[in-house]
């Protein structure tokens, strides 16, 4: 012990001394710290969380690829360690000097940072804060383990300098910590599953930023675990004391039986996609935590109230207030500016009627489906009579986040009339080319399905009352999923029914009905953040909600575009 304790403390002297230690553990971090802070707008919600997370790992991986990898090649190859070799020391109290040197440098940098972090930024610490420091601790003696091996297999600083680097910045640019891997087409957020540092993102993401525990990370924590004993074991093996002791070409493949834990977990992976999920997952959760004020709009509230300029701030994923006027100064709240001036902010509509399984019956279809609604500001809708077992599992689907998309819910009243407005009136000759010929139809309908438009069906004129909620039956025949629901309220405002009136049952009414008032339906203090705005005044028009501005789902901006990119594929008995 007394050998392990004066290593120690030898490596802690050289360290303090060494201006590169200095400047890889703290400088370069710390630089990158405030870098990202004001790139990711840390002072605007839960981009702190996002901000810490990427430059421990950063850090992480300077101390162990840089820090222990380089060094102990330049060791060996100056000839310092040939002078333990006469001591006589055995290589297992070098290697964990170096580990345990490794972890006490690193620590302080972690508690200046997370200090910065809730000082200047606000940061809310994680309420597994210990869990955190562990988990951060096994990073460390984790890739320092895998820096040390690297050290082994090589014979010399520039071989050493192209491998280091090589897996340094593999590491750095395709697990997180430079790049959201929620950026990254699915089959590179499939590669990065064997790539130790992804571990360490999603890892400590889900204990900073959705509170997770140890136990919840168990897989990551195990395969580091694993990491730290193959390695030091590995570096026991194929230690050198110097610089004319050569390793065989074979040898690197010991390389690859340090990182055996995640090519297992990368397998898996390949298989089970919950890493690729949770990494979806924690990107929604950084989106909707950010703080954005919204500013300047006319505000439907939903329960027959209208603020006819006001502006709605959100943290979080929620309303935080309601103002009228212009609220708050943006920088006061640390909030984004939003402008809305002209426009009109109302809650998410909600479509009580829809059959997502028609005119395709696959998981795409449905997927696609529940995508158009929410590209035209619908964010949830009541499902009726589609398949329950693939309802379930798209609707699976969506709450993860690998797919996009509206929110289904199959409870709620069952309406006394099998018919809408919609379809009652929409299924006339002279009404086929006034449905097909709206800006928001053409803008997402897929044009395989306004290609192959069905016969006219003959339906009765006249609708039974659906008890205070409106729904489309989109999905029926010329009624397109997404836009229908705009269509229904202007007819039913025809027919009239108030603007007011019309929108109040598509909001609040709609959410009672289901159950979810006290989440959703309006926009009022402490519910959801699901909102839709859009470009002129639907109280005066109702056809200005087919203008949609932009969408927001629970505090997160919905990138509309991107939802309806893709055309689903029609089956052959699809098209007949």
């Not at 750095?172 to 089959?187: E, I, Q």
């Not at 080319?433 to 069906?457: N, W």
Request: charged share 15%; aromatic share 6%; hydrophobic share 45%.
């Amino acid at each position: 012990m007394k050998a392990y304790l004066a290593l120690i403390r030898n490596e802690l002297r050289l360290a303090s001394r060494q201006r590169v230690v200095i400047f890889f553990n703290y400088a370069l971090p710390l630089a990158f710290f405030f870098m990202f802070a004001q790139a990711y707008h840390a002072e605007q919600g839960g981009a702190i969380l996002q901000v810490v997370t990427m430059v421990t790992v950063l850090g992480i991986l300077g101390n162990g690829l840089l820090g222990a990898g380089m060094r102990a090649v330049q060791e060996r190859e100056t000839n310092i360690l040939r002078r333990f070799k006469v001591a006589p020391i055995s290589p297992l109290p070098l290697l964990v000097a170096s580990t345990v040197t490794g972890l006490l440098v690193y620590i302080p940098l972690v508690v200046v940072m997370f200090t910065l972090a809730k000082v200047r930024y606000g940061m809310q610490l994680p309420q597994h804060l210990a869990a955190a420091l562990i988990f951060i601790m096994l990073g460390v003696a984790a890739i320092r383990a895998i820096g040390l091996i690297l050290s082994s297999v090589v014979n010399s600083m520039a071989e050493a300098g192209v491998l280091i680097q090589i897996v340094y910045m593999t590491m750095l640019f395709l697990s997180g910590t430079t790049l959201p891997t929620a950026m990254f087409p699915a089959w590179l957020m499939t590669a990065t599953q064997f790539i130790p540092s992804t571990y360490l993102v999603t890892g400590l993401q889900g204990i900073m930023i959705r509170n997770e525990t140890l136990a919840a990370n168990w897989q990551s924590v195990g395969a580091l675990v694993l990491t730290v004993f193959i390695g030091l074991l590995l570096s026991v093996k194929l230690f050198r004391w110097e610089k004319e002791e050569k390793v065989r070409p074979a040898g690197k493949l010991w390389l690859v039986a340090v990182l055996v834990p995640f090519l297992v977990l990368g397998t898996w992976q390949t298989y089970s996609r919950d890493n690729v999920t949770k990494a979806r997952l924690l990107d929604r959760d950084l989106s909707r935590s950010r703080s954005r004020l919204i500013r300047n709009a006319r505000i439907i509230v939903g329960d027959g109230t209208v603020i006819e300029n006001g502006s709605v701030l959100i943290k979080n994923g929620r309303i935080e207030e309601v103002y009228e006027g212009s609220g708050p100064d943006p920088k006061s709240v640390s909030a984004e500016p939003v402008e809305a001036a002209g426009k009109t902010l109302l809650p998410g509509l909600i479509d009580m009627r829809v059959r997502l399984s028609t005119p395709l019956p696959t998981q795409e279809g449905m997927t696609r489906a529940l995508a158009s609604y929410l590209f035209c500001g619908v964010t949830a809708v009541r499902s009726v009579g589609d398949p329950p077992d693939l309802t379930a599992k798209v609707k699976g689907l969506v709450d993860s986040a690998e797919k996009y998309g509206a929110d289904i819910y199959t409870t709620g009243p069952v309406p006394q009339s099998s018919l809408s407005l919609t379809e009652a009136l929409g299924a006339t000759p002279a009404k086929v080319a006034e449905l097909t010929g709206r800006s928001l139809v053409q803008q997402v309908t897929p044009r395989s399905q306004l290609a192959i438009l069905p016969p006219a069906a003959a339906v009765p004129d006249t609708p039974t009352d659906m008890a205070g909620v409106i729904g489309s039956f989109g999905g029926a025949p010329l009624i397109f999923h997404g836009p229908a629901i705009q269509h229904e309220l202007a007819l039913r405002v025809q027919a009239g029914t108030t603007p007011a009136e019309a929108i109040q049952a598509a909001t609040l009414g709609a959410a009672k009905a289901l159950g979810q008032d006290a989440h959703f339906g309006s926009v009022t203090k402490g519910k959801d953040a699901t909102l839709l705005v859009v470009s002129g005044n639907p109280l005066a028009d109702i056809k200005a909600l087919e203008s949609v501005s932009f969408v927001m789902q629970k505090g997160q901006y919905v990138d509309r575009q991107e939802l309806i990119k893709d055309e689903p594929k029609m089956r052959s008995r699809d098209r007949r």
